[in-house]
């Protein structure tokens, strides 16, 4: 509710500002002038802290993000070995009966808003994903609000799974494992995951990563055994056990890169409208002194005219 | 053509000896921090179908980790332990160990007390489980204390 009155703050006072004249036609007032400037002035009081709630989130969310990279890191590597094996030209051959299952979006969105280009990004990508490529059979997972409100505008039917408040705090491997679960239940031939990969507190880049699937593991498994030995307690578990691995700290990566990238953009929004805030006060104050001055030059006019009046 | 003959023997000597590294370098990585990375003489991984340990020139092995103690031996002498509660331990050709738990801390940083209340509770739980999902996560639970219990005792 704070962000709505706020965005509608500022475009009121904006407009405001920029026509200058009220509708009636009458001189703007300095005393108008000056409520409009204190108004402008809380907003930007409001905006400077978000931006520093944002920079000391993000400090906690980088931290944790780059903490997890070592991790991330050694199971891709895995994960690659099994997409090379996959896309070799003697690859085993999928098991395919009946129809396919269609694919699954996975959308990386934030809950709350005011974070710049994150979530439009992300939307449009889908978007353009979907119509470029003719999409029909797909079903989409939304992780944030943003997203299922944008996405679920746009293809109402193919929401699956919508998952929320998993930007407040920095995500946890026990949180992507749970959704991890969630999206194995869902029946789809592929996924793929659309989310914004943190380069710098200024910079973020949009990306779309693959997702394994059960069958990436499964289906290789035995070229991986030719290259690497299985210990296992169980036969076969362990490619399966392994590529639940895999999918979580995918997901696991993909939430805290999203949820750093939603504080540094945040951040450089909030910062972007202080500005602007400063700026608006500035001009606000200019007219206000020039409205004060005509009207006290408007009044010594009088003064002295009267007294030139008298003086006849 | 003998100098030739010896330089290439000699070369190819030096490539077989840097094929295989003195020493594993190890990495142990849980999803929120680096707890080891570096070259050690060997390193003992707890895997699902039994304890093994690794030295230089390991032939690759993929293992599913149980709960359990990692241990990294810089000399024979001396060793660092850390318990770790799953993951999959990844052994490459070139000598190097990932080892990715889920949770993993050194066994010095345990609490005595709450491994034995920890354990206790899984105890009652397991008895006093009533569905299969339940039961399933409380056996899950039972392993771990039992075996953080265990590594808490020999440390």
């Given at each position: ?10 475009t ?89 299952a ?39 997972v ?34 992507a ?7 194995n ?38 070229k ?89 | ?31 929120h ?45 001396d ?58 996560a ?16 020999a440390?």
């Amino acid at each position: 509710k704070v962000m709505n009155s706020l965005a509608q703050r500022v475009t009121t006072a904006r407009a405001l500002a920029a026509s200058g004249m009220p509708a009636r036609g009458m001189a703007v007032s300095a005393k108008a002038l000056k409520i409009r400037i204190k108004s402008v002035n809380s907003i930007q009081r409001i905006t400077k802290t978000m931006k520093m709630v944002a920079a000391s989130k993000l400090k906690g969310f980088q931290s944790k993000m780059e903490a997890s990279r070592p991790l991330v890191g050694a199971i891709n590597k895995v994960q690659n070995k099994f997409i090379e094996f996959n896309n070799a030209e003697d690859a085993a051959p999928a098991a395919t009966e009946g129809t396919p299952a269609g694919e699954l979006l996975v959308a990386m969105t934030s809950d709350r808003g005011l974070c710049g280009a994150v979530n439009s990004s992300i939307v449009k990508a889908v978007r353009n994903d979907v119509r470029e490529n003719n999409k029909t059979n797909f079903g989409i997972v939304t992780v944030g609000d943003k997203g299922r409100s944008a996405i679920g505008r746009l293809f109402p039917d193919n929401m699956r799974l919508q998952v929320t408040e998993a930007g407040k705090k920095p995500p946890t491997f026990l949180q992507a494992s749970l959704l991890a679960e969630q999206i194995n239940g869902i029946e789809a031939s592929s996924a793929s995951m659309y989310y914004n990969v943190f380069k710098s507190a200024i910079a973020y880049e949009y990306e779309k990563a693959e997702l394994p699937s059960r069958a990436l593991f499964v289906d290789n498994g035995a070229k991986f055994a030719a290259e690497y030995e299985l210990e296992y307690e169980n036969d076969d578990v362990i490619l399966a056990d392994l590529y639940e691995f895999a999918l979580s700290a995918k997901l696991f990566n993909g939430l805290l890169e999203t949820a750093t990238c939603e504080q540094s953009a945040r951040m450089a929004a909030m910062d972007g409208a202080s500005k602007n805030c400063g700026e608006l006060i500035g001009k606000l104050t200019t007219q206000m002194n020039r409205a004060r001055q005509a009207a006290i030059t408007t009044e010594l006019c009088e003064i002295v005219a009267g007294a030139e009046a008298i003086a006849q | 053509m003998f100098l030739r003959q010896s330089a290439g023997r000699v070369l190819r000597k030096a490539a077989e000896a840097a094929a295989m590294p003195a020493r594993v370098t190890v990495s142990l990585l849980s999803p929120h921090e680096t707890l080891v990375s570096g070259e050690f003489e060997s390193v003992t991984i707890p895997g699902s179908a039994g304890d093994f340990g690794v030295l230089p020139g390991h032939v690759p092995v993929v293992a599913e980790l149980k709960p359990g103690i990692v241990s990294v031996k810089s000399s024979e002498k001396d060793a660092e332990n850390f318990f770790v509660s799953s993951g999959f331990a990844f052994v490459n050709a070139d000598s190097t160990a990932d080892i990715c738990a889920l949770e993993a801390v050194k066994v010095s940083e345990l609490d005595v007390d709450a491994v034995r209340k920890g354990l206790e509770q899984a105890k009652a739980d397991a008895n006093s489980a009533a569905d299969d999902d339940a039961k399933a996560a409380a056996q899950v639970a039972l392993e771990v204390f039992e075996a953080m219990d265990a590594a808490v005792k020999a440390n």
